[in-house]
């Protein structure tokens, strides 16, 4: 069993950053690949970045290449998504998820993770 916990959310102004972290329970961080999803007011939860195990593989929703930046420590059982020049359509409900895989490999699709945070708010404003 692994339980994430998210922190970092907030209000900021279009262009601004924010720090999203999200801290994983359990003595095996590092054979979980990580991912951030978002879901706005009345949409489903999207994909935004994912990360592998050992944080060499690494993949992005197109619109926020550039913009955001996965990361994780496996010392600290935890996972960031550092997020820069924010839009207000970044406006969304974050949460980090956690998936068991034997390779070190990377997952972009809501179905395939075993366990969800409670998410934090992230608010942009224009």
């Known amino acids: 069993q692994v339980q994430l916990v998210e922190s970092g959310g907030g209000l900021v102004q279009a262009g601004g950053s924010l720090r999203l972290s999200c801290a994983a329970s359990?003595?095996?961080?590092?054979?979980?690949?990580m991912g951030w999803f978002r879901q706005a007011p009345g949409k489903e939860r999207h994909f935004v970045a994912t990360i592998s195990g050992s944080g060499g593989r690494k993949y992005y929703l197109d619109s926020v290449k550039g913009r955001f930046t996965i990361s994780r420590d496996n010392a600290k059982n935890t996972v960031y998504l550092q997020m820069n020049s924010l839009k207000p359509e970044d406006t969304a409900v974050y949460y980090c998820g956690a998936v068991y895989s034997t390779y070190d490999l990377t997952f972009s699709q809501s179905y395939e993770y075993d366990y969800w945070g409670q998410g934090t708010q992230v608010t942009v404003s224009s």
């Open positions: 359990g003595r095996t961080f590092s054979r979980y690949s």
